[in-house]
C-alpha cells in the first residue's frame, strides 16, 4: 500500500470513529434526564402467540431514586413497577399480585428495567450490555442497542430508540430474541395528567398496602 | 524378663503407642452415632433423617432491623438480598432463598411437566373435572392466559402454554405458593446447608461465616439489623459444645481428683508418676483398640472412659496397699493377689458388656474401650507394675474409721443383718413404686435458651416441623406413590377439619401412573369437539393464536417417569422427602402446624402410612434400651456369680461374694422407688456398673488373700475412694447421662463397700 493512500485511509477511520463518537454522544446527551418525570405512553406488543398486535396506553412516571412506574389505564388497569430492588405487578382485573427481588424475576421483567435506564437516561448501565450505535439524520436521531455477546443474558432484546426535534417524544422499539415486540410511543405527560397519579400512591396500590 | 529391661521397653514402647494412636484417632462428637444409631428399621430412618435429611441441613435466618436504626437505614428486604448474594458464595451452602419465594430453580422446574399436563392436573381428576372443563370458564381462561403473558412471568408461560394451553400442569403447582409465607417478612431466609446437619465441626465453621458475612453488611449499614438462627444444625453445634465442656471438665476433675485419692493414701510422688504411666499406657490401648474397631472414637466415649481411671487403678492400689502393709515386693503381691484382680476385672468387663448389649450404640463403645483398657491395666499391673515400684518405699496412711467399722460389723452382725433384711423386704415392697422416664427428651442437654430462640424464629417461617411427618412405606416406588396420593387426599380433609394446617406431599412434583392414567382418562372424556370449539372461540375472543394455542391434543399414552423427573432440579425440592436407605420405598410428607393424635386417627386404614414423630421415636427407642437394660442387668449378675462359682466353686462364697452389690442395688432402687425419681436405662446401667465394682470388692473381701481383713479392706476402701473421685466427676457434667451415671454408681459402690464386712463374715486373722 502506498504512503499517501494509507494515511488517507487512516485518517478517514480516525474522522469516521469520532464521528460516531460525537453522535453517539449527542443522542446520549438526548437521552440524560434526571428527577420526576411522567410520560404518557401508548404500546403495540406482538406476541408470538397472540393472533393480533395488543395495544394498551398509560402512564409512566420516575423519579430520582429509580423508581419507575407504568400504570396501564387502557384496556384495563394494571400497574407494573420497580423500586428498589423490588418487582411489583398488580393485574386488578385477573387479581393477579406479585413482588419479587428484580434478580428473582424472569427475562420479560427484565424490560423494564431497561426502560428504566432508557428513560431515566442511565447510559452507563446501558453501555454495560450492549453495543450502542447513534445515527442523527436531520431532525431525527436513533440508538441501536445490541446485546454485548456473553455479558447480556441469552434472551436479551435488541432495542432501537429513535426521536425527533421535540425532546418530549421517543420512540421505543424492543425486539426479543424470540420474535416479539414491544413498541412505545412516549411523550412529557401534561401537568394535568401529570397531577393525577403520585408514584407513592401507586406503590402502594402495587404492593396491595 | 529382667526388671530393668520390662521397664525400658515400656518406656519405649508407651510414647510409640502414643504418636500412633494420635495418628490414627478420629474423635466424632456426632451425637446420632451416639444415642440412635441401632439396627431398627424406624431407627435407622431417623439416624438417616438426622444425618443427612434435606429439612435437617436447614438453617432458618431472620434478619430484622431495630427500631433505634430503623430511618437512616436501608430497607429490609434490600439488606436481606444483600446478605442472600453473600451466603450464597459460601462454599458449604447449597442454596439460599427468601423464605416467601421457592428458589427460581424450582418455580422453572415446573415448566418439565407442561407435555404430560393431561396426566397430572389433579390429584382428584374426577372430582376436578366439573370446574377445569367448564367450558363456560373458558373465556374467562383464555383472557387470564393473555394477562399471564403480558405479566412479567409472560416468559415463563409462553413455554408452557405452547404445550399447554389450558395451563392445566400449573394447576396443581398452586398449592405451592401456601407453602411458603406471604409476601411481607423480607428478613425471613432459608438456608439449606451442604454437609450433614450433626456434623458439628462443619457447622460451627459455616455459621461463623454466616455471621462474619452479616457482620460485614451490618457494619456498613450502620448496625442496624439482627440476625438469629435456628434450625437442627444450631443445636447440633450447641451440643457440641456443651459436650466438649463436659469432656474436658469430666476428664480434668477425673484424673485430679484420683491423684489426689491417692497421693492422700500414698503421699509417694514417685508411686504416683509411675501409677500414671501404667494408666496412661491403659488408656491408650483402650482408645486405639477403640479406634480401630469403630474406626471412630466418639468424645463421649472419652468422658465416660475417663471415669475408668479410677477403676483401673484399683489393681495396682490393692498390691500398693497389701505392699504398704505387709512390708513385701509388690512382685510377691502381685502373685499372691493375681486370681483375685483377675476375677474382679473380669466381672468389672462382664459389667460393661452387659452394658454394650443394652442396645444403646454409644454405650458398645464405652464397653469395648473399657475391655481393652481394663485388660491393659491388668497386665501391666501384674507383670509391669513390680519392675516400676522395685525401688520405690511405699507407705499407705491408715483411714479412719476403717477398723472401727469392721470390727463394729463383727460385733453386731445378727442385730444388723436383721435390719438389713427387714429393709430388703420393706425394699422389695417398695419397687412397684418405681418410674420409668418416658421422654427421652430428659436425657439431652437442656438448651432453653436456644429452644426459645428456635421458637422465635419459626414464628416467621410457615410452621414445617423437621421431625413430625406422615411415612409412607411399600415394597416398591409405584405402590408408595399410590399409598402418598391417598395420603395426601386424607390429608386435604384433615386440613379443611383444622387438624392440620399445611403439608408438603409429593404431588404433582411426582404422580403414580394410576393417577397419571386416571387423569388421562378425565381428561381425554372432557377433550370432546364442543370443548375444543368453545376454547377456539374463547381464544379469538381473547385476540390469542389459535395455530399456535388452539389444538388441544389427547393424552397419549407415555407417561411421566419418576426417573425423569428426579433428573430436573425437582430432585432438590423432594430430597427430604424420599427416604433412602431402605428396604422398599419410604416417602415423607411433612406437615404443618397439626394436633398429633387427630391426625394420627385420621390416617388410620391406609395401608403402609402412619404418622411419624422423631420425638416418639426416640422415647420409644428409650424404652427398648431400658428393657435390654433390665435384661443385661440380670444377665450380667448370673454371668459374673457362674464365674464366681468357677472360681470359688462354692454356691454359699458366690452368694456371698454377689450379696453385698446386689443389696446395694436393691437399697438404690427402693429409695428412687420412694423419692420418685423417674428412672431411664442409663439409672440401671450405671447399677449394673457399681454391681460389676461392688463384686470385685467381694471377690477381694471373701478370697482375702492377704489373710489380713484389715488390710483388704483398707485396700478396698482405697479403691472405692478412687472410684468415687473419679465417678463423681462426672457429676460436673452438663450432658444428664453424667450425672445419672455418677450417682448410680457412687451409691452403688458405697453402699456395697459398707455392706461387705457385714454381709460377708470374716475369713482371715483380723
Request: with cysteine; charged share 15%; hydrophobic share 50%.
Amino acid at each position: 500500500m502506498k504512503p499517501r493512500l494509507g494515511a488517507l485511509l487512516w485518517l478517514g477511520m480516525v474522522t469516521a470513529v469520532f464521528a460516531d463518537d460525537g453522535k453517539l454522544s449527542e443522542v446520549l446527551a438526548r437521552l440524560r434526564q434526571s428527577g420526576q418525570a411522567s410520560f404518557q405512553y401508548r404500546e403495540t406488543r406482538q406476541l408470538e402467540l397472540a393472533s393480533s398486535p395488543w395495544q394498551a396506553q398509560g402512564v409512566m412516571l420516575t423519579d430520582a431514586a429509580g423508581t419507575l412506574v407504568k400504570l396501564q389505564l387502557q384496556p384495563s388497569r394494571v400497574i407494573m413497577a420497580i423500586s428498589g430492588d423490588s418487582l411489583y405487578y398488580w393485574d386488578a382485573a385477573q387479581n393477579q399480585r406479585h413482588s419479587m427481588p428484580i434478580s428473582y424475576a424472569d427475562d420479560a421483567a427484565a424490560q423494564i428495567l431497561i426502560f428504566r435506564s432508557i428513560l431515566q437516561g442511565r447510559t452507563q448501565e446501558l453501555q454495560a450490555g450492549y453495543d450502542l450505535a447513534a445515527d442523527i439524520q436531520d431532525r431525527h436521531w436513533s440508538l441501536h442497542m445490541q446485546p454485548k455477546s456473553g455479558q447480556a443474558g441469552e434472551n436479551a432484546p435488541s432495542i432501537d430508540i429513535s426521536g425527533d426535534a421535540n425532546p418530549d417524544k421517543r420512540q421505543i422499539l424492543i425486539r426479543q430474541a424470540d420474535g416479539e415486540t414491544t413498541e412505545y410511543r412516549i411523550e412529557k405527560a401534561a401537568e394535568q395528567q401529570s397531577a393525577a397519579y403520585t408514584i407513592p400512591q401507586l406503590l402502594q396500590e402495587a404492593g396491595g398496602e | 524378663m529382667s526388671f530393668v529391661w520390662r521397664k525400658r521397653w515400656f518406656l519405649l514402647l508407651l510414647p510409640l503407642l502414643l504418636a500412633v494412636t494420635l495418628w490414627q484417632i478420629r474423635v466424632e462428637s456426632d451425637l446420632n452415632a451416639f444415642f440412635t444409631h441401632t439396627d431398627d428399621a424406624d431407627a435407622k430412618l431417623l439416624s438417616g433423617l438426622l444425618q443427612s435429611g434435606e429439612l435437617s441441613r436447614r438453617y432458618l435466618l431472620v434478619v430484622e432491623k431495630s427500631a433505634a436504626h430503623a430511618e437512616d437505614a436501608p430497607g429490609l428486604a434490600a439488606f436481606s438480598g444483600k446478605l442472600i448474594q453473600q451466603l450464597a458464595q459460601l462454599d458449604q451452602v447449597e442454596q439460599v432463598w427468601p423464605a416467601h419465594q421457592p428458589p427460581r430453580d424450582w418455580l422453572n422446574a415446573s415448566q418439565f411437566y407442561a407435555p404430560y399436563h393431561a396426566r397430572i392436573f389433579s390429584l382428584n381428576p374426577e372430582q376436578d373435572a366439573a370446574a377445569l372443563f367448564d367450558q363456560e370458564a373458558l373465556p374467562r381462561r383464555a383472557e387470564g392466559l393473555k394477562q399471564a403473558l403480558l405479566s412479567p412471568q409472560g416468559g415463563f408461560i409462553k413455554t408452557i402454554a405452547k404445550q399447554d394451553p389450558l395451563l392445566l400442569s400449573l394447576n396443581g403447582f398452586k398449592t405451592l405458593q401456601a407453602q411458603f409465607q406471604q409476601p411481607g417478612d423480607a428478613g425471613a431466609l432459608i438456608l439449606q446447608s451442604r454437609p450433614p446437619a450433626l456434623d458439628s465441626a462443619a457447622h460451627e465453621r459455616l455459621q461463623a461465616a454466616i455471621r462474619a458475612r452479616f457482620d460485614d453488611l451490618n457494619q456498613a449499614a450502620g448496625q442496624a439489623f439482627s440476625l438469629s438462627m435456628a434450625g437442627v444444625p444450631v443445636f447440633s453445634v450447641a451440643t457440641r459444645d456443651e459436650i466438649s465442656r463436659d469432656v474436658a471438665l469430666v476428664s480434668t476433675a477425673s484424673s485430679l481428683c484420683v491423684v489426689l485419692v491417692f497421693l492422700l493414701l500414698f503421699r509417694s510422688f514417685a508411686a504416683l508418676h509411675w501409677l500414671l504411666l501404667l494408666q496412661g499406657g491403659a488408656f491408650v490401648v483402650g482408645i486405639l483398640a477403640t479406634q480401630l474397631i469403630f474406626q471412630q472414637v466418639h468424645s463421649l466415649t472419652l468422658a465416660l472412659g475417663a471415669s475408668l481411671i479410677g477403676i483401673c487403678v484399683d489393681y495396682p492400689i490393692h498390691i500398693m496397699a497389701h505392699s504398704a502393709k505387709h512390708r513385701t515386693s509388690p512382685l510377691a503381691n502381685a502373685r499372691l493377689l493375681w486370681p483375685s484382680l483377675l476375677m474382679g476385672g473380669l466381672t468389672t468387663v462382664i459389667g460393661y458388656a452387659a452394658m454394650g448389649f443394652s442396645g444403646f450404640p454409644g454405650f458398645e463403645q464405652i464397653a469395648v474401650f473399657a475391655l481393652f483398657s481394663i485388660a491393659a491395666s491388668l497386665g501391666l499391673t501384674r507383670w509391669l507394675l513390680p519392675a516400676l515400684l522395685d525401688r520405690t518405699a511405699l507407705h499407705i496412711a491408715d483411714l479412719p474409721g476403717i477398723a472401727g467399722w469392721v470390727a463394729f460389723c463383727g460385733r453386731r452382725r445378727t442385730l444388723l443383718l436383721s435390719l438389713i433384711g427387714f429393709a430388703a423386704v420393706l425394699a422389695v415392697f417398695s419397687l412397684p413404686q418405681l418410674r420409668w422416664m418416658d421422654d427421652m427428651q430428659k436425657l439431652t442437654i437442656n438448651m432453653d435458651a436456644i429452644k426459645q430462640q428456635d421458637a422465635t424464629v419459626r414464628a416467621h417461617f410457615s410452621s414445617i416441623e423437621p421431625g413430625r411427618f406422615v411415612l409412607i412405606r411399600a415394597d416398591d416406588f409405584e405402590t408408595a406413590l399410590q399409598r402418598a396420593e391417598a395420603a395426601e387426599r386424607r390429608l386435604q380433609a384433615l386440613r379443611r377439619a383444622g387438624i392440620v394446617g399445611s403439608y408438603h406431599g409429593l404431588f404433582p412434583w411426582l404422580s403414580s401412573q394410576a393417577l397419571q392414567a386416571e387423569n388421562a382418562r378425565v381428561y381425554d372424556a372432557a377433550l370432546t369437539t364442543q370443548f375444543q370449539d368453545a376454547w377456539l372461540s374463547a381464544l379469538n375472543h381473547a385476540g390469542l393464536s389459535t395455530d399456535k394455542l388452539g389444538q388441544l391434543t389427547p393424552a397419549g399414552t407415555a407417561g411421566l417417569a419418576p426417573e425423569a423427573v428426579l433428573e430436573t432440579p425437582v430432585r432438590h425440592v423432594l430430597s427430604g422427602q424420599l427416604l433412602a436407605g431402605q428396604q422398599g420405598a419410604a416417602l415423607a410428607l411433612w406437615l404443618g402446624d397439626h394436633d398429633p393424635a387427630k391426625l394420627a386417627a385420621g390416617l388410620q386404614g391406609l395401608a403402609g402410612t402412619r404418622y411419624f414423630s422423631q420425638r416418639d421415636q426416640l422415647n420409644k427407642l428409650a424404652g427398648q434400651y431400658r428393657d435390654r437394660s433390665l435384661q443385661m442387668l440380670a444377665i450380667g449378675i448370673a454371668v459374673m456369680g457362674f464365674l464366681i462359682w468357677l472360681q470359688t466353686h462354692s454356691l454359699k462364697n458366690t452368694l456371698l461374694t454377689l450379696l453385698p452389690s446386689l443389696a446395694a442395688a436393691l437399697f438404690i432402687f427402693a429409695s428412687w422407688a420412694l423419692l420418685g425419681e423417674e428412672l431411664s436405662f442409663v439409672h440401671v446401667i450405671g447399677l449394673l456398673l457399681s454391681i460389676s465394682l461392688c463384686v470385685d470388692y467381694g471377690i477381694f473381701f471373701i478370697e482375702n488373700r492377704g489373710r489380713d481383713s484389715n488390710v483388704t479392706y483398707h485396700a478396698i476402701a482405697a479403691s472405692t475412694l478412687t472410684t468415687l473421685a473419679s465417678f463423681g466427676a462426672l457429676g460436673l457434667g452438663k450432658t444428664p447421662t453424667l450425672p445419672i451415671l455418677a450417682m448410680s454408681v457412687s451409691l452403688g459402690v458405697t453402699l456395697g463397700f459398707l455392706l461387705c464386712p457385714l454381709l460377708i463374715p470374716k475369713t482371715g486373722p483380723a
